[in-house]
């Protein structure tokens, strides 16, 4: 009888061991997919932050100002050297043109062919990245039918200088201004064969829309003195830190500014006109909104409107006297 009791004892104990270890192994399985699951929700969130953090998606169709602003970013200044930086890639950073490359011969974004004095993101004018390989000479071999390009041979220390559009606007729905980048063109620097100086040849044109997934999470440093100060080539972009004179304007005739100035001083002034133009729109408009904090008499306002609309039909005469076209 005392056999049966132990007998009896010890199969209830392992049992309930048994029933135990079943339910602490489930329970492990169940804390490892809660885990794996908190895990891929943080992860999603993180790209999801990457993604949008800085995203400049405004839509700058419907403004009811706009003014489009072509600038020439020199990388031979302190200013712009984030973007030329390191000349080959290391500790997962690379430079612009680097970065750009990359993406092209990887398929992932679209070059149009850059024209003389404007630009058309259409399926016509898309670049042929094996023919455009070919045109500059750029060293390739073909793998199971894939362009392949070792780090070397792209040639990012020739690119010396980028055309950069942006536009200036400002939206009176929601009473925002800004300044968007809309297309960046790399330059290249060489010496042709019967030239005795450096020519520049723009490449191509890529819309910022396309590049900014992937500049926004390309890291770059922005400061010599003080190494943790570190940003990416979205940040520089959106914050405007580059350092890039105008050449151009649109405008009737789409023409450069050396085309309708006669020196460089005379170009030099209009291009300080230009940026002065730009910032007087952008001290009235913060003016204007300072001023509607006061409570004015109805005349009296009807009279500072009509004799703001003639101050600023005036600015515009006198504007157009000036120029050259």
Known sequence: ??????????????????????????????????????????????????????????????????????????????????????????????????????????????????????????????????????????????????????DVDIPSHEVQGYYLKEAYYFETGTSNYGVKTVAVCPIIHRQGDFEATTVRYPLFWIPYDELRPYALRMPIMTSSLNNTMTGTIDDFFRKNNYDGEIYKTSNLRNLAISQYTSSPEEMKAEQEKIEQQLKDFEDRLWKENTDSAYVQPTTQSRKTKRSSSRTVSSVSSNTMRDRRY
């Open 1 to 150: 009888m005392k056999k049966v009791t132990i007998l009896t004892f010890i199969f209830l104990l392992s049992g309930t061991l048994f029933v135990f270890a079943q339910e602490t192994a489930r329970e492990r399985i169940e804390q490892t997919r809660q885990r794996e699951s908190i895990s891929t929700s943080i992860g999603s969130n993180v790209r999801a932050l990457q993604m949008n953090r800085g995203s400049d998606a405004t839509d700058i169709s419907d403004a009811k100002w706009l003014r489009e602003i072509y600038r020439y970013l020199d990388l031979s200044k302190e200013g712009n050297a984030p973007l030329y930086y390191p000349e080959m890639p290391e500790q997962g950073r690379m430079n612009l043109f680097t970065l750009i490359f990359k993406l092209l011969s990887e398929n992932k974004i679209t070059a149009y062919e850059y024209l003389d004095g404007r630009e058309v993101f259409t399926d016509e004018y898309k670049i042929d990245f094996k023919e455009f390989l070919d045109r500059f000479g750029i060293f390739y071999e073909t793998q199971s039918g894939n362009i392949v390009i070792n």
